[in-house]
């Protein structure tokens, strides 16, 4: 028996080879996240080809964190942030520019911390620590910068000679680490220098190796072929990263007081502050692959994924803006860089516009637009919220709850960033990461800096049905588990087909869903193989879990 089926401009001759209807159901959308690297067909039914603006967690897909404006109009254009945590009351966020102004956000107000300081425009990044209550900034420039816990200004770091400069200065144990170094008019790219050891909200009294009453040293690691790009503590020992190796230095006291081994060979960072620890694990952005280490093995977190779609869309001449970003809240790790793949929203940045998001907890990734932003940070700025503050915000757009505002001291992720005109954002900013609907963040939702929210996939053979590669599968209906916590009930689903798998799908129209009316959507997208989209155009948080697929089964001659 034949019979002819009609999709738009195409016409199948089929043989019918099922007179019943199955239902395939499609559950745990959020517990595979994105694949984009391998072919559509191969990855398992509930992962996507691509991911946009969304997060994977608890099962679901849902919204990724969007962006409050914590302050705009800042006056100067930040490059690089740093949360500074004092003894009581709110974090502050010292924020620099690439011209090394210096400038404060404490509790609503911007205040100017360069003092004395002074410094040229310079491309390169920064790098900030504290050690006993002090706060360090290092640019590779010029002689790095402290203020202590009752300072105002910055200043120039006291006892550092002033000859010498860093690429990287970071704390370890009760010393300073001074990381690639040029002294004077000579160049030691694989030197690790240390100080003294540093008492309470003091800086380090000595640099001096050959001061025999003191414990400040060098080290230089002969065996390392390219420079030191920067250091990190993980747990008790501290790790060197260049461009293609990895060090350990342990302390051990005594006459030599550090030890230093060599981990790895064929891994590195792609940029200074591109590493972060969590759970006693470094998590590392490299130049050529994404992975995690714990000091004894090594792993890559993005190989046959979604690594090639980040490497082949990344600028590899702007990795000086790259960085790594924790999201503890939301168990989130973000891998920031400039991106010219085919999804980006911002496309005229020259700062960050693409993370590539990473869940630690689920195993997933997925992508997010950034607003051409250069650096991270996290602080539990103040965002309480008054009738005498709330006079310019309104309730559709402002985070947080009546408990959060009684318990404003949990800490955000923040990012700065630069004004685009031609993406559309007005000024440069401070930003903090919220979730829209549910959040904690009591700052007007910036729409500027939020784009919409999607997820795709093609390439659904459907074997689990046993149904064969040449037969046709027509989708009659799909039932979404979707809920949405806004009073906008509405989610857009596009279904579509095509014929040979590495061909782009043909879609039919959008259909809008409502979450509190709607059970079904009727279709009659058919194909070798199935595809469909889900997108959220404004900012409300959602969730879809899975959806059950109504199919008729045909066969082709």
Not at 511 to 532: E, H, M, P, Q, V
């Amino acid at each position: 028996m034949f019979f002819t089926l009609s999709l738009g401009a195409k016409k199948y001759r089929l043989k019918k080879v099922n007179d019943m209807a199955t239902n395939f159901p499609i559950r745990d959308l959020g517990s595979v996240g994105v694949i984009s690297d391998l072919s559509s067909y191969n990855i398992p039914v509930n992962a996507f080809s691509e991911a946009l603006n969304v997060r994977f967690d608890e099962g679901k897909v849902r919204r990724s964190p969007i962006f409050r404006t914590v302050k705009g109009s800042l006056g100067f254009t930040p490059r690089f942030s740093y949360g500074v945590v004092p003894s009581t009351g709110y974090d502050s966020v010292v924020m620099i520019s690439d011209a090394y102004v210096i400038k404060e956000y404490n509790s609503g107000t911007v205040s100017d911390r360069s003092g004395s300081i002074s410094g040229s425009s310079d491309p390169r990044p920064f790098t900030g620590t504290s050690l006993s209550s002090v706060t360090y900034i290092n640019r590779k420039d010029r002689v790095p910068i402290f203020r202590t816990s009752a300072g105002t200004n910055f200043a120039d770091l006291t006892n550092w000679p002033t000859s010498y400069r860093c690429a990287s200065l970071r704390s370890y144990n009760d010393f300073l680490l001074a990381l690639n170094t040029t002294e004077g008019s000579s160049n030691f790219p694989t030197r690790v220098r240390w100080s003294n050891i540093a008492t309470a909200d003091a800086v380090p009294d000595s640099w001096d190796e050959t001061d025999l009453t003191k414990s400040a040293g060098f080290n230089d690691l002969g065996e390392m072929q390219t420079g030191i790009i920067d250091g990190m503590p993980l747990g008790s020992n501290f790790i060197i990263y260049s461009s293609d190796q990895i060090w350990l230095m342990e302390f051990v006291g005594g006459t030599f007081i550090f030890n230093f081994r060599k981990l790895f060979t064929d891994s590195g960072l792609i940029n200074q502050n591109c590493v972060v620890e969590v759970d006693g694990k470094h998590y590392c952005f490299g130049a050529f692959d994404i992975y995690m280490h714990d000091g004894t093995s090594k792993q890559s977190i993005c190989d046959e994924r979604v690594r090639t779609f980040i490497y082949t869309g990344l600028n590899n001449t702007a990795k000086e803006r790259f960085f790594v970003q924790h999201n503890p809240t939301l168990n989130e790790i973000y891998f920031c860089y400039l991106s010219g793949d085919s999804l980006v929203s911002f496309t005229n940045a020259t700062r960050c516009n693409r993370a590539a998001v990473y869940n630690y907890r689920n195993n997933t990734w997925s992508f997010m637009d950034l607003p051409n932003v250069s650096s991270g940070t996290v602080a539990n700025v103040n965002s309480i919220v008054t009738y005498a503050t709330a006079t310019a915000l309104t309730y559709a757009l402002t985070g947080g709850t009546y408990y959060g505002q009684e318990d404003s001291f949990d800490r955000h992720t923040l990012m700065v960033g630069e004004d685009n005109s031609a993406d559309g954002i007005t000024s440069d900013k401070l930003y903090a990461l919220d979730l829209s609907d549910i959040g904690r963040v009591a700052f007007q939702l910036d729409t500027e800096a939020i784009k919409p929210a999607s997820v795709e996939r093609v390439g659904i053979d459907l074997d689990e049905t046993k149904v064969p590669l040449s037969g046709y599968k027509v989708i009659n209906a799909i039932y979404p588990q979707a809920t949405t916590t806004n009073s906008n009930k509405s989610i857009v689903f596009t279904f579509g087909a095509s014929d040979v798998p590495n061909s782009e799908p043909t879609y039919g129209s959008a259909t809008t869903f409502n979450t509190g009316t709607d059970y079904k959507i009727d279709s009659r997208s058919a194909g070798r193989y199935l595809s469909y989209k889900i997108e959220v155009s404004d900012n409300k948080d959602f969730e879809v879990s899975g959806f059950d697929i109504d199919i008729s089964a045909t066969g082709s001659r």
